[in-house]
T-cell receptor, first 111, second 114 residues
Framework: GNSVTQMEGPVTLSEEAFLTINCTYT??????LFWYVQYPGEGLQLLLK???ADDKGSNKGFEATYRKETTSFHLEKGSVQVSDSAVYFC??????????WGAGTKLIIKP | DAEITQSPRHKITETGRQVTLACHQT?????MFWYRQDLGHGLRLIHY???????NKGEVSDGYSVSRSNTEDLPLTLESAASSQTSVYFC?????????????FGQGTRLTVV
């Protein structure tokens, strides 16, 4: 089927730790891939995106690489901060330019 | 600056009442979407529109309706509110076309049906 699967949360890390949030997708073809972030009490906002295989999206120290071989788009950050605490959503575009969403991963960063 | 706004931010209503949630965007986007967000379910698409007079059902459309009379607005109506519709509702908009089209979200409406 067509879906997006991301690791369950919550993910709890200490400040300055390395972060990985896994995301895999199923689809025909090579859809655009996105990571959105939702800070407490707010709507979702785009964090980064990649539109073709091997592209790397990056923003605010976060990175994700479009891996067609493993159908993955894992989110990484080398050194997280307390302010990164939020819910992170992986998504892919479908043929109608809608977004298919993962369930979200809550990230908690402790000082 | 262009933006997308939802109102109200919080709403408490009684079972059986009709409720309308407003969504207004100044991006001049053709595409508009309504989602609900519930724990364990992520975002689920309720209805969407690709332009004026166009509306389509999403995966959880039962009990909801939308209308698109202009580019800027896509109000979501709950015809007869049920407790199962207690949720956080998000409106989003995007440009028509393009593989990397980004969706812009409102801040959400927390609806409680008692």
């Amino acid at each position: 089927g067509n879906s997006v699967t991301q690791m369950e949360g919550p993910v709890t890390l200490s400040e300055e730790a390395f972060l990985t949030i896994n995301c895999t997708y199923t689809a025909t073809g090579y859809p655009s891939l996105f990571w959105y972030v939702q800070y407490p009490g707010e709507g979702l906002q785009l964090l980064l995106k990649a539109t073709k295989a091997d592209d790397k999206g990056s923003n605010k120290g976060f990175e994700a690489t479009y891996r067609k071989e493993t159908t993955s788009f894992h989110l990484e950050k080398g050194s997280v901060q307390v302010s990164d605490s939020a819910v992170y959503f992986c998504a892919r575009a479908d043929s109608n330019y809608q977004l298919i969403w993962g369930a979200g991963t809550k990230l908690i960063i402790k000082p | 600056d262009a933006e997308i706004t939802q109102s109200p931010r919080h709403k408490i209503t009684e079972t059986g009442r009709q409720v309308t949630l407003a969504c207004h965007q100044t991006w001049n986007h053709n595409n508009m979407f309504w989602y609900r967000q519930d724990l364990g379910h992520g975002l689920r698409l309720i209805h969407y529109s690709y332009g004026v007079q166009d509306t389509n059902k999403g995966e959880v459309s039962d009990g909801y309706s939308v209308s698109r009379s202009n580019t800027e607005d896509l109000p979501l109506t709950l015809e007869s509110a049920a407790s199962s519709q207690t949720s956080v509702y998000f409106c989003a908009s995007s440009e028509a076309g393009g593989k990397g089209t980004e969706a812009f979200f409102g801040q959400g409406t927390r609806l409680t049906v008692v």
